[in-house]
């Protein structure tokens, strides 16, 4: 995704490689957390879930060196690209994979490849250069055709859901997505307008959309709620976050050896088995016991699920939180980046509970992190439990 959708970033001295912005201007958010937390080792595979213009890729690049590779996914092609050039273009580059695809069949791909993965990232925002350029539909703030397709190759775009689906699904629409008091008359306000002309631009959508729901001066734009509802249907976001979950849950099963949860479905695209049974590989089996995986979510549709599914491997004894609480923004980097204010980062560790010191350990370390009270370069590394 997101990351990213994502909107991000990290505020401190501009001189630390891991706050500047890239060469694009996109800031990855919350990278010293997701190094800290996720720890990357020279060798690792890791997983970055949404590549977007390549800033948590390179950060992990450098950590994991040339002995380790690197799966990126993104739904973007040209930042897929993006990102996999500047990988490759580092003086010691590990082993890239690059995938255009939802990062859902992640975890086939790895197990087609023979790997397993030590770090998985998944930052559910868009990136700077989707939300920045008009032509792409999903802000507002500059007019531009109603597409907010993350993949613009494929699939509907908002204009085609605004002029398609019934008054109902529109309002369910902007309800269930979008969390919209007003989405009933919302809906209804665009289907009045769609009878007498197309709604092809986001301009024209706002403004309709402005007129139904109507807020006090100086609150949020009373078009935004619908604008994110309809991007998270026009890109099926939670339907494939719930999917990457799914794939989490099973992983965690085969890297633990545990007995198998045949309550949640096959993760998307993975489907069971890669090979028969004899070559022994299930896309089911793609993470290595003792992985760490990190979620950045930006509002509580997609914080809600990753915190019910780290909390319930967490009560199996099938992981253990990295932090108690999900990790947000210093105010030095909110200043900075704006959109990274509501960035909130969940960390699980695949492993059996561990000694109450190390757990201890990791939580301080985050919690100094957040406090800004000891420096990122100065924190040694997490101590790891298991192999991998």
Not at 41 to 59: F, I, P, Q, V, Y
Request: proline share 8%; charged share 25%; hydrophobic share 35%.
């Amino acid at each position: 995704m997101r990351s990213t959708r994502r909107q991000h970033q990290h505020g401190e001295d501009s001189s630390d490689p891991r706050t500047a912005p890239d060469r694009t201007g996109h800031t990855p958010v919350l990278l010293a957390e997701v190094l800290t937390l996720l720890d990357p080792h020279a060798g690792d595979t890791a997983l970055d879930c949404t590549a977007g213009r390549g800033g948590h890729a390179e950060a992990l690049a450098q950590r994991i060196g040339p002995t380790g590779t690197l799966v990126l996914f993104d739904l973007d092609p040209a930042n897929l690209d993006h990102a996999a050039a500047r990988i490759r273009a580092l003086p010691a580059p590990p082993r890239v994979i690059a995938r255009h695809a939802p990062f859902d069949l992640a975890p086939r791909t790895l197990a087609e490849h023979g790997l397993k993965a030590n770090i998985v990232l998944a930052d559910l925002g868009f990136a700077s250069t989707h939300v920045d350029d008009p032509s792409r539909g999903f802000s507002f703030k500059r007019d531009g055709p109603l597409d907010m397709r993350l993949d613009p190759t494929s699939g509907q775009t908002a204009a085609d859901l605004i002029a398609n689906l019934d008054e109902d699904e529109l309002a369910v629409i902007f309800r269930e997505y979008g969390e919209e008091r007003h989405a009933r008359r919302a809906a209804q306000f665009v289907a009045q307008e769609r009878r007498s002309q197309p709604i092809t631009t986001t301009a024209h959508l706002a403004q309709i959309l402005r007129r139904a729901v109507g807020g006090p001066p100086g609150g949020i734009d009373p078009a935004t709620r619908c604008f994110q509802a309809l991007r998270i249907a026009v890109n099926d976001e939670l339907g494939h976050l719930e999917r990457l979950l799914t794939a989490v849950r099973h992983g965690v099963t085969r890297a633990l050896n545990l007995a198998p949860d045949n309550s949640s479905p096959a993760p998307s695209g993975g489907g069971g088995r890669v090979r028969e049974a004899g070559g022994g590989t299930s896309a089911f089996d793609w993470l290595a016991p003792g992985a760490r995986i990190g979620i950045i979510s930006f509002h509580s549709l997609e914080d809600r699920p990753v915190k019910q599914a780290f909390a319930a491997l967490a009560d199996q004894g099938a992981g253990i939180l990295l932090s108690r609480k999900p990790v947000t923004a210093t105010e030095a980097e909110s200043a900075a980046n704006p959109r990274s204010r509501s960035a909130k980062l969940r960390t699980l560790q695949v492993a059996p509970p561990a000694p109450k010191e190390t757990v201890g350990w990791k939580r301080r370390a985050a919690r100094e992190l957040r406090r800004g009270t000891v420096p990122n370069d100065q924190l040694p590394g997490i101590p790891r439990e298991g192999p991998g």
